[in-house]
């Protein structure tokens, strides 16, 4: 099949995987294997989200210990200025991706969950979103690419030629991103996972700009009970079908 694939890849001359789906889903895993077995760049927009987030919260636009909802509207427009001025860029393999701000590697710190949190707030921002939906098409002209996010069917490549939306049970990515964090040696119990899923979804779900949503023809797949391996397999097998219908 992977040979396969890269045929069929290597015949058109610039694909784009659009992958949608809530936190804890299963994106950024998948989109990192589908990347390497396609030989496409991926492109993780929620690392440029929590970039700007974490920068934010550096220049005290962001108070780190009180819940900062709503934003201020002079927050709102220095938020915007500081995604419009900053320099985002993902350098090296999909499974060592490297996150550089402004040339600093912050991949490690924007994985803090006071990032996270931020990172859902921020992204609600319309500013923020015209300047980074301008960097990510930009990053995504390129090539090949397969790219994750919440809006990248919906907005950024509406066109994009094949899109999936992944889910999963709230209990699924909890586990999901307990284990992660766990394994990146951060304190959290699965309480506190689950709840900051739940809060996450509901910022994500009901922002008045760009929401999470599937787009109408993205194919949608629960991977609660599937394996990463058994998840990539089919997004491949859907991928070729629906490369070899389009010919
Ligand atoms: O995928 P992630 O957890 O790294 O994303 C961090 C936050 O950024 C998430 O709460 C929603 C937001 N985000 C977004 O609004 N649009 C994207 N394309 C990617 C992420």
Known sequence: M??????????????????????GAGKSTIGKRLAARLGALYIDTGAMY?????????????????????????????????????KISLAGDPFHLQ??????????????????????????????????????????????????????????????????FLDASVETRTERRYAEQRARGIECTREETRLDVLERDRRDYNRPVSPLRRADDAIWLDTSAL?????????????????SVRG
């Open 2 to 23: 992977a040979a396969l694939m890269k045929d069929s890849i290597a015949q058109t001359p610039r694909i784009v995987i659009a992958i949608d789906g809530p936190a």
């Open 50 to 86: 929590r970039a700007v987030a974490l920068k934010s919260f550096r220049l005290g636009v962001l108070e780190p210990s009180s819940a900062p909802e709503p934003l201020l509207p002079e927050q709102e427009a220095k938020l915007a200025e500081i995604a419009q001025g900053m």
């Open 99 to 164: 996150v550089l701000a402004d040339c600093e590697d912050v991949s490690q710190e924007i994985r803090m969950p006071a990032v996270s949190r931020y990172a859902s707030i921020v992204s609600a921002v319309a500013g923020v979103r015209a300047a980074l939906v301008e960097q990510q098409r930009r990053m995504g002209a390129t090539g090949t690419v397969v790219m994750d996010g919440r809006d990248i069917g919906t907005a950024v490549f509406p066109d994009a030629d094949v899109k999936f």
């Open 227 to 243: 394996s990463p391996e058994e998840t990539l397999e089919k997004m491949l097998a859907l991928i070729h079908q629906r490369l």
